[in-house]
């Protein structure tokens, strides 16, 4: 997308943007405010030879003025490994820095915002993988892509929301550990079942805090107060979610399909409302109803710490990885990519 060069131009984008949050209400003056800033980061990304990696969840604002490469997770990995420049400014959460880390390990990657964290992430240990590889040793272990490099080095092969269900049903074992999101997991079962693989998965007991949130039961009120409701859902959602949804799928997933939906139907859009927010003014025209429900590590990326990053990289969260995690996680990355190319 070709990106922004007017406060003016910036405000006539974020203005459609209302999930129902103070955080998502856009003025003119906060525009303005804004526009020194994004010039700065913009001169400094030439200075220091950096690019801008985005997640979709990160505020609006990041996407539409500074950063040369914004998606998915899986989208953003294989961005990652594209990168000739010298720096990678990741404004998201510190898996994905570790991720584009170990497939481009020459680069100096940054996080900017002080929440690094992931509830899935944090949810388990590599110690606590070994152990279950002792439990289960005739299974092969499938990792999120929202684990740490520790985890995924210990793991055989890694997915993300848009490849999980091809390359666990392609996998050559019948016998998985997925982990750590149980809420996927399930899901993944379900879909598994839905389509005659029979594979027996072992879960673990992690979740997103962000998609937790979303209660299946509301679903069917939502659908009586808006006839012709297209319900849209990520993975990370109770499978009760996802059973009463129109499509499942990645943040990217869910982009494509809505582009090629009825642009008169209303959209309930379930995941973190950093998407809903780029819909909105991707698609001022169609109506998304409330949905807010905000995950605060990808909101702690912001502006001001990417133009604080630029101006004192000595100072941010740079990735650092242990040469031998590495090369096992790109292992467990690079079977990823090979798995979802078949
Ligand atoms: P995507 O791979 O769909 O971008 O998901 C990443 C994520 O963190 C979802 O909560
Ligand atoms: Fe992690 Fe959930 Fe935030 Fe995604 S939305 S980064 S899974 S806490």
Sequence with gaps: MKKIESPAELFEKLQSVKPGSVLCN??????EKMFPIVEEINALKKERNAVILAHSYVAPEIILTVADY????FKLSQDATKVKEDTIVFAAVRFMGETAKILNPTKNVLIPGPLTGCSLADSITSEEVKALRKKFPEHSFVCYINTTADVKAECDVCVTSSNVMKIVANLENDKILFLPDRLMGANLKNELKEKNVDKEIVLTS???YVHEQYDPDLIQFFRKQNPGLLVVSHPECH???A???DFVGSTGQMVEFLQKTNKEAPVLLLTECGLNARMQYEMPDRQFIGSCSMCKYMKS?????ILE???HPEKAHSIELD???AQKAKKCIDAMFEYAAR
């Design 26 to 31: 856009y003025s003119m003056e906060q525009c």
């Design 70 to 73: 914004d998606g998915d997770s």
């Design 206 to 208: 992690g979740c997103c």
């Design 239 to 241: 499978p009760g979610i």
């Design 243 to 245: 059973l009463q949804s």
């Design 301 to 305: 990326n912001s502006l001001e710490n």
């Design 309 to 311: 990053t630029l101006r």
């Design 323 to 325: 040469d031998c995690v």
